[in-house]
């Protein structure tokens, strides 16, 4: 047994029963999280108090009665990390990362006193740059901790007095560029972008030190200015996926179109970083090795982030596709919500674009489907 350490966990119960037609949550608590002892294998206790069911006896508007015979299923959604998350650091001074944001909201933008230019040639004419410090992201992220190690960020050198001509050729760039994380695709912040440009007009900065450049060709701007405030800060927000505002809602009211959720956040709040996919934003922690953030857009599409005529176009999305994490967790929400979801256009449609054979590799997905409605229903049945 290896020596104990703590480690951080945030914890949900969620109980169901079974019927007719599957399994049926009749009462989830929130996420609490606290700190626990564990050892290096990764072993922790987590005790259920009598509490937690007469909790969920009131909640349950009579569906569970815990004297009765009928059979019900506990699940524990949890969630561990070593290291403390941005808002643990945002709350150990006492400031909530909403303030913490809005006390300076531009910091990424305005090049003030920073060792490291990100670089972004195509998002708008010219290109376009975010600052921020190599300590920083090194301490962040492992991924930046490498490069920023390695001679791929390119060292910048400027001489404090420079012809007109060669302060523009080191404004244009020179850095090496970053690998993809395929953000040209469905959820592309790209557009997010061009709201942002024709409200705030972008002029790249004359920095009179040397610095490391990293050009990034394959990201949008706002997904990047959104996540190193986010690690700065340890808020973030997000648009809703444009599967959930375009899909025909076959039960529920219109969804207001993506970019006019985007552009009437901006309105109101002008200087923070503007509304950002989760799935642009889940791409880009992958890359740069960022758990935490990870966690969070999970945790965006589990709780709200799809619904039963959204899900099937989310189904064979590139994003689901390459990522095993998000694909987990959409087949999850199709197999328990399968009665509703088999009955949409969207999932008709699906089905005639599998008849035709017009999506390619979607044998590996329907297999993967195929099992979890087979062990959901096993297990519906069962209880």
């Keep these: ?167 523009k050729a080191a404004l244009a760039g020179s850095g090496s560029t970053l690998p993809s994380t395929t953000d040209n695709g469905h959820d592309s912040d790209a557009e997010t972008d061009d709201t942002y440009f024709a409200q705030k007009p972008h002029e790249l900065k004359h920095v009179d030190r040397e610095y490391k450049e990293i050009k990034i060709t394959k990201a949008a701007f706002s997904t990047y200015r959104a996540v190193l405030a986010y690690l700065r800060t340890g808020h973030i927000a997000f648009a ?46 992958h890359l740069l090795e960022l758990q935490n953030l990870q966690s969070a857009c999970l945790t965006i599409l589990r709780e709200g982030g799809l619904t039963v005529s959204s899900a099937p176009a989310e189904l064979f999305d590139e994003t689901c596709v390459l990522h095993e994490a998000w694909r987990r967790l959409v087949v999850e929400y199709i197999t328990q919500n399968w009665e509703h979801v088999k009955k949409t256009s969207a999932w008709k449609e699906l089905e005639r674009k599998l008849e035709a054979d017009e999506i390619p590799g979607a044998m590996l997905i329907m297999m993967q489907l195929f099992k979890a409605r087979e062990k959901f229903s096993k297990t519906s049945s069962y209880y």
């Design 1 to 167: 047994m290896g020596p104990t350490k703590k480690v951080r966990y945030r914890l949900k119960l969620s109980m169901m029963r079974s019927e007719y037609d599957g399994m049926r949550y009749i009462h989830q608590t929130d996420y609490k999280q606290g700190w626990d002892a564990s050892t290096e294998e990764g072993k922790m206790t987590i005790r259920v108090k009598n509490d937690h069911w007469e909790e969920a006896a009131d909640a349950s508007e009579g569906r569970y009665d815990p004297d009765s015979r009928v059979r019900y299923r506990l699940s524990l959604d949890l969630e561990i990390g070593d290291a403390p998350r941005p808002r643990d650091i945002a709350q150990a001074t006492g400031i909530e990362p909403l303030v913490l944001l809005d006390r300076l909201p531009t910091l990424e933008v305005s090049g003030a006193s920073p060792d490291v230019r990100l670089f972004f040639p195509d998002a708008v004419e010219g290109g376009a740059e975010l600052w921020t410090h190599s300590e920083f992201l090194s301490f962040c992220s492992p991924y930046m901790k490498t490069l920023l190690s390695s001679d791929f960020a390119e060292a910048v050198s400027v001489p404090a007095k420079r012809r007109k001509s060669e302060g």
């Design 240 to 285: 809703p996926l444009t599967s959930k505002c375009t899909a025909v809602q076959d039960d529920t009211q219109p969804i207001p179109p993506r970019q006019t959720q985007i552009e009437t956040a901006a309105a109101e709040n002008p200087d923070r970083p503007y509304l950002v996919s989760p799935k642009s934003v889940y791409r880009l922690a």
